[in-house]
């Protein structure tokens, strides 16, 4: 059962604009989130979390936003670059479960020039 | 430092073979973890290991076995390999917690294929 959905696997943006990648959570013990980047040949990399006690985090280009009531969370990358291009994974975590991951599916994302 | 390194990088198998994969957390780090990863599945959580015991697992078969060691070094088996078993298959280590982050550190990956 997939408790954490991303449900566009595919994003397009041109370099410059805005690049919003969405995550829908079913488990409410969920208290931590994080966003992870992923580039082929390689191993997922931290990019960016955020708190249950939090609805926003901001790290330079890269803001998290959390809407616990509506079990949902979202990346904005501002502006997009090129290097941005990479497959981007959500996770979430909980306390309760000694913050054992579960991901979703990821979100292609291509930055346009 | 240097980073998680998994062994080998490649693999290529056939049904009902067995295989095990090796995984290097960076030092210092205690915790290492499994993951498999396949396309439109995203990763799916194995087990973790912390100071030689099993902490957690995921909702995989019994074929799928793991075993940490004193240097912290991991392996995962899997015997009588399926089909569907072929996948990336990722390891990544943590300090056992953070400030309630459970930031891991990925290695690059074992891409196995069973044919």
């Known amino acids: 059962d997939q408790q954490v959905k991303q449900n566009s696997p595919s994003l397009s943006v041109q370099e410059g604009r805005i690049s919003i990648l969405n995550c829908d959570y079913t488990?409410?013990?969920?208290?931590?989130f994080l966003w992870y980047k992923k580039y082929p040949a390689e191993g997922p990399t931290f990019l960016i979390s955020?708190?249950?006690?939090?609805d926003k985090n901001e790290d330079g280009r890269f803001t998290v936003f959390l809407n616990k009531s509506a079990k949902h969370l979202s990346l904005h990358i501002v502006p997009s670059q090129p290097g941005d291009s990479a497959v981007y994974f959500c996770?979430?975590?909980?306390?309760?479960?000694?913050?054992?991951?579960?991901f979703g599916a990821g979100t292609t994302v291509t930055v346009r020039a | 430092k240097a980073g998680v390194t998994q062994t080998p990088r490649y693999l290529i198998k056939t049904r009902g073979q067995q295989v095990t994969l090796s995984c290097s957390p960076i030092?210092?780090?205690?915790?290492v973890s499994w993951y498999q990863q396949t396309p439109g599945q995203g990763l799916q959580f194995l087990f973790e290991y912390f100071s030689e015991t099993q902490r957690n697992k995921g909702n995989f078969p019994g074929r799928f076995s793991g075993r940490q060691f004193s240097n912290s070094r991991s392996e995962m088996n899997v015997s009588t390999l399926e089909l569907g078993d072929s996948a990336l298959y990722l390891c990544?280590?943590?300090?056992?917690?953070?400030?309630?982050?459970?930031?891991?550190?990925f290695g690059p990956g074992t891409r196995l294929t069973v044919l």
């Open positions: 030092s210092g780090h205690r915790s």
């Open positions: 990544a280590s943590s300090l056992p917690q953070l400030a309630g982050v459970n930031e891991q550190f």
């Open positions: 488990n409410s013990m969920f208290d931590y």
């Open positions: 996770a979430a975590s909980a306390r309760a479960n000694d913050y054992k991951l579960s």
């Open positions: 955020i708190s249950s006690i939090k």
